[in-house]
């Protein structure tokens, strides 16, 4: 459905984000008819650029991140005459704000609005505290607050204090696109939707759960923010719990945005607490030594930085979490750059029956949840071999593809979110008490670390990560999924 006409003002509109995400996201929407041709899309950043030069960028942006066949020029057009630019520092209270108000006069009272902070979190506060001095945040103004929501729960409740103070939490919507992700929300369709699944989903059937985020690209253009971040907090404390809770949720008493959010964040507290003694055995952080990935030579994190650094770009975590479904379930999660392959999945090993009927031990059940690529489920049974007489079985997959299924594009994440700001649709952002529950879990590991409790792992580039991330499943007797 199209949405109702609003104006997207973006602090930090001449960064990565917004031209890699948000203005194709919103182009792709445009095509598909959900975006009115009066909505506006202003871009605010440093740079003194006039709207001509802007919307130029913005049409760079689309030719880069549209897909080909998908860039028409007629559309395109439409999209840029959306397109405004005002040069502001939103930090600043003594900047071009009246530039800002201008534009925003046209129009006000039948436009939604919706600011998004795509710039470094630590400016969120100054930037809404701006914005109310200049009269700018209507009762029914949105934010929208690109992660990371600080670097530890005390920077997170000074960025959440401080745009508190101008924005009601209804009207605050922190991204996570991963929530944004189909496949990631289809967790919930598969888990409730479908009695087979939802009878077994719990420590009597299952023997483990493993979640991946793996990437083959480095660090790229972001080493300044990444090296300060690592994967931990660019990864785990957002995405990765997010689809853990999304697994291990109670079921909620509906699709409403806070009854999901309860579900979620009870997981989130529900996690069981690392501290010194299981961090050893229950965490596995590595950096990228040099390496080949498809025929290339690539360099080492450390080489690509120029300096020493005790920053990694891989983990790997085992979680418990401590509730009667999930007594002594290990929940691993892992995530790195440059790994052997792109692959972000939720991979669900089911206990072998204990049964003598046959000559061997049945093999365990593992059903596969592709978030990306290739998104779609599979699912690995025992059969009966049909060459032996014995009752030798067999694991056989079945496997679904969705792009093959639907026969459609798959969006990209920001599409939806974008949308959904508009809408005042809160379900697939994050709530600020799991904000907070979610640095409170990951904080004993940032401690740890800092303190060199746990040895910094190597792994070389285009590997499926560090042995020693192999040596912690092997203690549960557990795979991870490309050695199974
Ligand atoms: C971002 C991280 O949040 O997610 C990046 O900051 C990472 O480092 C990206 O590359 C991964 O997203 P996706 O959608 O490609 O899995």
Same mark, same amino acid.
Request: overall charge negative.
């Given at each position: 459905?199209?949405?109702?006409?609003?104006?997207?003002?973006?602090?930090?509109?001449?960064?990565?984000?917004?031209?890699?995400?948000?203005?194709?996201? /919103?182009?792709?929407?445009?095509?598909?008819?959900?975006?009115?041709?009066?909505?506006?899309?202003?871009?605010?950043?440093?740079?003194?650029?006039?709207?001509?030069?802007?919307?130029?960028?913005?049409?760079?942006? /689309?030719?880069?991140?549209?897909?080909?066949?998908?860039?028409?020029?007629?559309?395109?057009?439409?999209?840029?005459?959306?397109?405004?630019?005002?040069?502001?520092?939103?930090?600043?209270?003594?900047?071009?704000?009246?530039? /800002?108000?201008?534009?925003?006069?046209?129009?006000?009272?039948?436009?939604?609005?919706?600011?998004?902070?795509?710039?470094?979190?630590?400016?969120?506060?100054?930037?809404?505290?701006?914005?109310?001095?200049?009269?700018?945040?209507?009762?029914?103004?949105?934010?929208?607050?690109?992660?990371?929501?600080?670097?530890?729960?005390?920077?997170?409740?000074?960025?959440?204090?401080?745009?508190?103070?101008?924005?009601?939490?209804?009207?605050?919507?922190?991204?996570?696109?991963?929530?944004?992700?189909?496949?990631?929300?289809?967790?919930?369709?598969?888990?409730?939707?479908?009695?087979?699944?939802?009878?077994?989903?719990?420590?009597?059937?299952?023997?483990?759960?493993?979640?991946?985020?793996?990437?083959?690209?480095?660090?790229?253009?972001?080493?300044?923010?990444?090296?300060?971040?690592?994967?931990?907090?660019?990864?785990?404390?957002?995405?990765?719990?997010?689809? /853990?809770?999304?697994?291990?949720?109670?079921?909620?008493?509906?699709?409403?945005?806070?009854?999901?959010?309860?579900?979620?964040?009870?997981?989130?507290?529900?996690?069981?607490?690392?501290?010194?003694?299981?961090?050893?055995?229950?965490?596995?952080?590595?950096?990228?030594?040099?390496?080949?990935?498809?025929?290339?030579?690539?360099?080492?994190?450390?080489?690509?930085?120029?300096?020493?650094?005790?920053?990694?770009?891989?983990?790997?975590?085992?979680?418990?979490?401590?509730?009667?479904?999930?007594?002594?379930?290990?929940?691993? &999660?892992?995530?790195?750059?440059?790994?052997?392959?792109?692959?972000?999945?939720?991979?669900?090993?089911?206990?072998?029956?204990?049964?003598?009927?046959?000559?061997?031990?049945?093999?365990?059940?593992?059903?596969?949840?592709? &978030?990306?690529?290739?998104?779609?489920?599979?699912?690995?049974?025992?059969?009966?071999?049909?060459?032996?007489?014995?009752?030798?079985?067999?694991?056989?997959?079945?496997?679904?593809?969705?792009?093959?299924?639907?026969?459609?594009?798959?969006?990209?994440?920001?599409?939806?979110?974008?949308?959904?700001?508009?809408?005042?649709?809160?379900?697939?952002?994050?709530?600020?008490?799991?904000?907070?529950?979610?640095?409170?879990?990951?904080?004993?590991?940032?401690?740890?670390?800092?303190?060199?409790?746990?040895?910094?792992?190597?792994?070389?580039?285009?590997?499926?990560?560090?042995?020693?991330?192999?040596?912690?499943?092997?203690?549960?007797?557990?795979?991870?999924?490309?050695?199974?």
């Amino acid at each position: 459905h199209q949405v109702a006409p609003f104006d997207y003002i973006i602090f930090g509109a001449t960064g990565d984000l917004t031209m890699r995400k948000l203005l194709p996201a /919103l182009y792709y929407r445009l095509t598909m008819g959900q975006v009115p041709d009066t909505a506006r899309i202003i871009g605010t950043a440093r740079s003194p650029l006039s709207r001509e030069e802007y919307q130029g960028r913005a049409r760079d942006a /689309l030719k880069r991140f549209v897909k080909a066949d998908d860039f028409d020029e007629d559309t395109v057009e439409r999209f840029l005459d959306m397109v405004h630019y005002v040069s502001l520092d939103g930090s600043k209270a003594e900047s071009n704000w009246d530039g /800002l108000r201008e534009v925003l006069s046209h129009k006000a009272d039948e436009h939604v609005r919706v600011f998004y902070y795509a710039t470094a979190p630590d400016l969120y506060g100054a930037i809404s505290a701006n914005l109310a001095k200049e009269g700018l945040v209507t009762d029914d103004s949105r934010v929208v607050l690109e992660k990371p929501i600080g670097i530890d729960l005390k920077t997170a409740d000074e960025i959440n204090e401080g745009v508190g103070k101008f924005f009601k939490e209804k009207n605050v919507f922190r991204i996570d696109h991963y929530l944004g992700k189909e496949t990631v929300q289809n967790v919930i369709a598969l888990r409730f939707a479908n009695p087979l699944l939802e009878a077994v989903w719990s420590a009597e059937h299952i023997e483990s759960v493993q979640i991946t985020a793996g990437e083959v690209v480095g660090v790229e253009g972001r080493a300044a923010y990444y090296d300060n971040s690592g994967a931990l907090r660019d990864m785990v404390q957002n995405h990765l719990l997010q689809v /853990l809770c999304l697994v291990a949720m109670e079921k909620p008493a509906s699709l409403e945005a806070d009854a999901v959010r309860d579900a979620k964040v009870s997981v989130l507290k529900s996690l069981v607490p690392l501290d010194k003694d299981t961090l050893r055995n229950a965490s596995v952080r590595a950096q990228y030594t040099a390496g080949h990935i498809k025929g290339a030579t690539v360099e080492g994190y450390l080489d690509e930085l120029g300096h020493e650094s005790n920053t990694e770009t891989y983990v790997a975590l085992r979680a418990e979490i401590d509730t009667p479904r999930w007594k002594n379930v290990p929940f691993f &999660i892992r995530t790195a750059k440059r790994l052997k392959k792109k692959v972000s999945e939720i991979v669900v090993t089911f206990r072998s029956p204990e049964t003598s009927l046959f000559p061997a031990r049945p093999g365990r059940n593992v059903l596969v949840i592709r &978030i990306q690529p290739d998104e779609g489920v599979s699912w690995s049974f025992n059969v009966k071999d049909p060459t032996n007489d014995d009752f030798a079985l067999w694991q056989s997959t079945m496997d679904v593809h969705f792009e093959k299924s639907f026969n459609t594009r798959y969006p990209d994440a920001y599409e939806r979110l974008l949308l959904d700001a508009v809408r005042g649709y809160p379900v697939l952002f994050i709530r600020r008490d799991e904000v907070e529950a979610a640095w409170k879990w990951v904080a004993p590991v940032m401690e740890a670390w800092a303190r060199n409790d746990v040895p910094m792992a190597h792994y070389p580039a285009g590997s499926w990560g560090p042995e020693e991330a192999r040596a912690m499943l092997a203690r549960d007797g557990q795979l991870w999924h490309e050695d199974m």
